[in-house]
């Protein structure tokens, strides 16, 4: 039970983290780029425990290969997709590209990983209605993400972006404190000058008592 309940979970988690990676790969390149390798590895390992440990079976080098370039084409085709889907208002320009391409290539890739003797499914009926439904999918959502950047004047996602109001307001804050501290110490040698002044003042008059 527990290396099946692995199994199930590592699929989902290396697809999730896939996911996240691929649609928020512009904000932190390096960042994302070690989550979605991680992602595909926590994705590899559930197939490897699925298809090879469960079952005990020994299949052929070339048939671990293909399952495992095909598992992960199927991993990154369904990241594309359901992170396209998910931050489809947060990036619309790159979600609709994404949508389409993970929609046909998670398609080949689900083919070729389950039924690989019904490849010619990818070229026949089948396949065309895929390609026509992705190429439909990516004329409709590219005029709507073109929609959607004009009514926002070109915004994309927030991450990191809500905090340049405090960023500003901290700024001038600090900008005051500065300029306070630049003043304050100009008074100082004012009233210095006063106080010498006054003190000089005070003592030319003693001095003038005594001369009298």
């Known amino acids: 039970m527990i290396g099946d309940y ?73 990241g594309m997709l359901s992170g396209g889907l998910q931050h489809f ?13 993970g929609l046909a290539l998670s398609f080949v890739a689900y083919v070729l990983r389950y039924d690989a003797a019904r490849w010619r499914s990818i070229v026949g009926p089948t396949g065309l209605i895929v390609l026509v439904t992705a190429a439909v999918a990516f004329v409709g959502l590219r005029g709507i993400a073109t929609d959607m950047a004009a009514e926002s004047g070109g915004g ?5 972006e809500e905090t340049t109001g405090e960023t500003e307001t901290a700024e001038t804050k600090d900008s005051h404190t500065e300029d306070a501290g630049t003043k304050a110490p100009d008074a100082s040698p ?23």
């Open 156 to 160: 994309g996602h927030s991450h990191g």
């Open 89 to 101: 208002e947060d990036f619309p320009e790159r979600a609709a590209m994404l949508i389409p391409f």
């Open 190 to 212: 004012g009233a210095e000058s006063t106080k010498s002044g006054a003190g000089e003042g005070e003592g030319g008059h003693a001095e003038g008592g005594h001369a009298h």
């Open 6 to 78: 692995l199994g199930y979970a590592t699929t989902f988690v290396g697809a999730g983290l896939i996911s996240g990676a691929v649609v928020h790969h512009p904000l932190d390149p390096d960042r994302y780029t070690l989550i979605a390798v991680v992602g595909a590895g926590v994705f590899l390992f559930a197939t490897v425990l699925n298809e090879f440990v469960l079952k005990r079976q020994r299949p052929s080098a070339s048939k671990v290969v293909a399952i495992v370039l095909a598992s992960l084409a199927l991993s990154f085709g369904i």
